[in-house]
């Protein structure tokens, strides 16, 4: 039996589509992939990680947004909603939606089973094509685990965090603020049963 065609559609089509889909997809050059939903200790951390942000960020010009705003990389073009996202500049958007950010200076992802490796490989290297990105933070919602990458140059990422230990602070440096990872997981399974898994 011969391959099913690949249904290539248009960003236009995607973007209507997105507005009264059930669920949430990526678009990736003309494919839509959909999107994994994610676990309770998932949905602690992103909370977690939202209300120590979005204190912090009160009164200052720095915008952190949740996980129904997308980022646009126009080079592909390739549209996807991170866990959470911090804008420190005007924010610019898509010329064909204002849902869609083009110039994230954060992009913080909660990784799961089915999407730590895509979102370490795949996903990282299409966000690094943004050129306003400073900063790529990845969460494990698996064990205690937190990893920051900063970029030193236009092509250069350096690891900059990579801690298990509950007791251990991590700075994002883009916006100037340290957090604990008692803080990240805290309401969280992992925490609360002081499970932390070694590496």
């Known amino acids: 039996m011969s391959a099913q065609p690949i249904v290539l559609i248009s960003e236009e089509e995607y973007l209507e589509m997105e507005i009264s889909s059930p669920f949430k997809s990526e678009y990736f050059k003309g494919e839509v992939f959909a999107m994994a939903g994610g676990t309770q200790v998932h949905n602690n951390i992103g ?77 990282f290297g299409l966000f690094r094509q943004i050129p306003s990105l400073q900063e790529f933070i990845l969460v494990s919602s698996l064990k205690h685990h937190v990893e920051i990458y900063h970029r030193f140059d236009v092509e250069v990422w350096e690891q900059t965090a990579d801690t298990t230990k509950l007791e251990h602070t991590v700075l994002i440096k883009e916006i100037e603020l340290e957090i604990t990872l008692a803080d990240i997981y805290e309401n969280t399974d992992l925490l609360e049963n002081k499970i932390d898994f070694k590496r």
């Open 47 to 123: 909370i977690n990680l939202t209300l120590l942000i979005g204190n912090f960020l009160k009164n200052k010009k720095c915008r952190l947004y949740s996980s129904d705003m997308k980022i646009f990389v126009p080079k592909y073009p390739y549209y996807t909603y991170p866990d959470l996202s911090i804008v420190c500049n005007k924010p610019e958007y898509s010329p064909l939606t204002d849902h869609a950010i083009t110039n994230p200076s954060v992009i913080i992802e909660v990784l799961s089973k089915s999407t730590e490796n895509y979102d370490k490989t795949t996903k």
